[in-house]
């Protein structure tokens, strides 16, 4: 049976590195940021990103994730992966748990689902399977 999760999360470390540079504003980054949930998912996330920046400040990104936590009161972790755009200060993307990432209550979680993130206004949802 399919079960949901909402909640927002909160970014509490953000390094973001640019690995190349264009003249004209075009570069590639690589962040290593870290995040905290609350709501239904109750944990700590290691996120990496791999960013392609445009001259007018739009992007594209894929991301790895690496939830730590409760989702439901069961505890463990899973990644998830994604691949997103930010334009006009919104960051948002479809997510994915990986097959068989998970550990702990969570071993057999699969599914998906969303994040939204412009400025500290942040929200995540999951529609997640559990056997």
Same mark, same amino acid.
């Given at each position: 049976m399919t079960e949901q999760a909402t909640g927002t999360f909160e970014i509490t470390s953000w390094d973001e590195q640019p690995f190349h540079e264009g003249d004209d504003g075009r570069?590639?980054?690589? !962040?290593?940021?870290?995040? %905290?949930?609350?709501?239904? *998912?109750? $944990?700590?996330?290691?996120?990496?990103?791999?960013?392609?920046?445009?001259?007018?400040?739009?992007?594209?990104?894929?991301?790895?994730?690496?939830?730590?936590? !409760?989702?439901?009161?069961? %505890?463990?972790?899973?990644? *998830?992966? $994604?691949e997103g755009a930010f334009a006009d200060g919104v960051a948002q993307a479809p997510l994915r748990i990986v097959d068989g990432s998970g550990t702990g209550d969570l071993a057999a979680i699969s599914g998906g689902g969303s994040f939204r993130a412009k400025g500290h206004d942040t929200s995540f949802a999951l529609e997640y399977e559990l056997a």
């Open positions: 570069k590639l980054t690589r !962040a290593s940021v870290t995040q %905290h949930h609350t709501g239904d *998912l109750d $944990g700590d996330a290691a996120v990496e990103y791999l960013m392609s920046y445009q001259p007018d400040g739009t992007a594209t990104f894929v991301t790895l994730q690496r939830f730590d936590g !409760a989702v439901a009161g069961r %505890h463990g972790s899973f990644v *998830l992966q $994604g």
